[in-house]
């Protein structure tokens, strides 16, 4: 029976269930931690789905809505005791990072300019001292920047030879991404820098980066493509250098 | 022109932030809606009876409200309705919304879709829309000043197309029709000829696809 219930997660979480079906599965979620757990999951994903549908909305639906709500009396907040059953959300359990994560990759980051320099450089990752969620939020935020990236018109990619690696450039985002997989990992306390090379043989720091454990990575750099010559990586000590300390490991000539 | 510009910026990922990172620097003005934590605290606000709090929950999310039940409804007039109804139906019930068990935006839009899906079913003519209503509508003219960020809406559409098109076949017409359509488990069973298990089982499998996909939480 229970098992019965349990298999209707899916079927709950797009609203593909009868009346009966829902109360039913809703009076299993107070009981099932992990079915709420599971359940707050698929909830942030089917809004997902919704989000994709965002359109504008007719002009005279907000003064409907306001004027409907200043005379719709509100529900009391449910006490402890009927929480299990109230709402459309699971009663216990959901992670809290749930609600960041859902909105995190909507965030843009910020841009940079260099007023005396034409390279602008943006590092993307983690943060030291943060909590998971905001870890989350910066690689979702990183992905979402990746994909701008590598989906650009003028996207085009080149070997690098770091692994099984790839430099994706855009000159129309201004962009390039490293990512990558079977990168080795780097020196005792050193980790790898991505630089620019300029015309003038100047180089410009861009970011630090280290191989996931499974030896994937992945980091992007911000700047203008005007003067690159080449992109070229070496291994720093760990928070990254100036200039260059180390021979390159690769390199990428453009 | 070298150093001290960009090192400030300085960030890799997953192991230390530079103090004062890039988030202080150049940081867009903050959007409506674009904020999980803020989305939540207008909900919350809402609950209490802050209009004023409804009012910009209203103006992050009715657009994706409309949204989906224009996708769901079809019909523009019903889409409004229902619209109007599920933006309601989240103030009169916001008291229940807690924060700790996920996001605002999902709490609104499983209120907005059940509301959607509910209209289509109560409709007469249900099983011929369903039949007849295969391709997706065209969606609105949108108002210049209501496309916040033309580039955050291409990479959302291109999300959602990249996390379907992880999902196989059989899984995505599962999804089209139920999420979509407004199909119960039981009517997706019979209207592909599979056990009701096979598809409480394919809804499933392909929402929680769609999840690890997207990487949301579990």
Redesign the interface.
């Given at each position: 029976m229970s098992e019965n219930v349990h298999?209707?997660?899916?079927?709950y979480?797009?609203?593909?269930?009868?009346p009966a079906?829902r109360d039913e599965f809703e009076s299993h979620l107070g009981a099932c931690e992990d079915c709420a757990?599971?359940l707050?999951?698929?909830?942030?994903?089917?809004?997902?789905?919704?989000?994709?549908?965002?359109?504008?909305?007719?002009a005279?639906?907000?003064a409907?809505?306001?004027a409907?709500?200043?005379r719709?009396?509100?529900?009391?907040?449910?006490t402890r005791d009927d929480?299990d059953a109230?709402?459309?959300?699971?009663?216990e359990g959901?992670?809290?990072?749930?609600?960041?994560?859902?909105?995190?990759?909507?965030?843009?980051?910020?841009?940079?300019?260099?007023a005396?320099?034409s390279?602008?450089?943006?590092?993307?990752?983690?943060?030291?001292?943060?909590s998971l969620v905001q870890?989350?939020q910066?690689?979702?935020a990183?992905?979402?920047d990746v994909?701008?990236v590598t989906?650009a018109p003028d996207a085009h990619s080149m070997d690098l030879g770091l692994g099984a690696a790839h430099l994706v450039m855009s000159d129309k985002m201004s962009s390039v991404v490293a990512m990558g997989e079977d990168c080795p990992e780097p020196e005792a306390g050193m980790?790898y820098q991505l630089w620019v090379v300029m015309a003038d043989g100047?180089?410009?720091?861009?970011?630090?980066?280290?191989p996931?454990p499974d030896g994937s990575?992945?980091?992007m750099m911000e700047m203008d493509m005007e003067g690159a010559t080449a992109f070229v990586v070496t291994e720093e000590p760990?928070?990254?250098s100036?200039?260059p300390t180390t021979d390159m490991v690769a390199v990428v000539e453009l | 022109m070298r150093g001290d510009g960009m090192s400030a910026q300085r960030r890799e990922r997953g192991l230390r932030a530079v103090p004062g990172g890039s988030d202080a620097v150049g940081a867009p003005a903050s959007r409506p809606g674009q904020d999980a934590a803020r989305l939540a605290d207008l909900l919350v606000r809402s609950g209490r009876g802050d209009a004023a709090a409804f009012e910009e929950l209203y103006d992050a999310l009715a657009g994706t409200v409309h949204g989906l039940a224009h996708r769901i409804v079809r019909d523009p007039h019903l889409a409004e309705d229902v619209a109007q109804e599920a933006l309601v139906e989240v103030w009169r019930v916001a008291a229940r919304y807690r924060p700790d068990q996920g996001s605002a935006r999902a709490w609104v839009m499983t209120i907005a879709h059940r509301r959607a899906v509910d209209r289509v079913r109560s409709e007469q003519s249900h099983a011929d829309r369903l039949l007849t209503h295969g391709a997706r509508h065209s969606g609105e003219v949108e108002h210049p000043e209501q496309v916040v960020d033309t580039m955050d809406a291409q990479w959302r559409a291109a999300r959602v197309r990249r996390g379907l098109a992880a999902l196989t076949p059989l899984q995505r017409e599962a999804l089209e029709l139920t999420y979509y359509k407004g199909y119960t488990n039981r009517q997706l069973a019979e209207s592909l000829g599979i056990p009701l298990g096979t598809a409480k089982a394919r809804i499933r499998d392909a929402m929680i696809r769609l999840r690890d996909g997207w990487e949301v939480a579990r």
């Amino acid at each position: 029976m229970s098992e019965n219930v349990h298999a209707l997660i899916g079927a709950y979480a797009v609203d593909a269930v009868t009346p009966a079906e829902r109360d039913e599965f809703e009076s299993h979620l107070g009981a099932c931690e992990d079915c709420a757990v599971e359940l707050a999951g698929l909830q942030e994903a089917t809004a997902v789905l919704a989000e994709a549908e965002a359109s504008a909305p007719p002009a005279t639906l907000k003064a409907r809505v306001m004027a409907d709500i200043a005379r719709t009396p509100q529900a009391a907040p449910p006490t402890r005791d009927d929480r299990d059953a109230a709402g459309p959300m699971p009663a216990e359990g959901a992670s809290a990072a749930s609600a960041t994560a859902a909105s995190s990759r909507r965030r843009l980051w910020p841009r940079l300019t260099l007023a005396a320099a034409s390279v602008a450089v943006l590092a993307v990752g983690g943060l030291v001292g943060s909590s998971l969620v905001q870890q989350r939020q910066e690689e979702l935020a990183l992905e979402k920047d990746v994909m701008m990236v590598t989906s650009a018109p003028d996207a085009h990619s080149m070997d690098l030879g770091l692994g099984a690696a790839h430099l994706v450039m855009s000159d129309k985002m201004s962009s390039v991404v490293a990512m990558g997989e079977d990168c080795p990992e780097p020196e005792a306390g050193m980790e790898y820098q991505l630089w620019v090379v300029m015309a003038d043989g100047s180089k410009h720091a861009g970011p630090t980066f280290a191989p996931e454990p499974d030896g994937s990575f992945m980091t992007m750099m911000e700047m203008d493509m005007e003067g690159a010559t080449a992109f070229v990586v070496t291994e720093e000590p760990m928070g990254g250098s100036e200039q260059p300390t180390t021979d390159m490991v690769a390199v990428v000539e453009l | 022109m070298r150093g001290d510009g960009m090192s400030a910026q300085r960030r890799e990922r997953g192991l230390r932030a530079v103090p004062g990172g890039s988030d202080a620097v150049g940081a867009p003005a903050s959007r409506p809606g674009q904020d999980a934590a803020r989305l939540a605290d207008l909900l919350v606000r809402s609950g209490r009876g802050d209009a004023a709090a409804f009012e910009e929950l209203y103006d992050a999310l009715a657009g994706t409200v409309h949204g989906l039940a224009h996708r769901i409804v079809r019909d523009p007039h019903l889409a409004e309705d229902v619209a109007q109804e599920a933006l309601v139906e989240v103030w009169r019930v916001a008291a229940r919304y807690r924060p700790d068990q996920g996001s605002a935006r999902a709490w609104v839009m499983t209120i907005a879709h059940r509301r959607a899906v509910d209209r289509v079913r109560s409709e007469q003519s249900h099983a011929d829309r369903l039949l007849t209503h295969g391709a997706r509508h065209s969606g609105e003219v949108e108002h210049p000043e209501q496309v916040v960020d033309t580039m955050d809406a291409q990479w959302r559409a291109a999300r959602v197309r990249r996390g379907l098109a992880a999902l196989t076949p059989l899984q995505r017409e599962a999804l089209e029709l139920t999420y979509y359509k407004g199909y119960t488990n039981r009517q997706l069973a019979e209207s592909l000829g599979i056990p009701l298990g096979t598809a409480k089982a394919r809804i499933r499998d392909a929402m929680i696809r769609l999840r690890d996909g997207w990487e949301v939480a579990r």
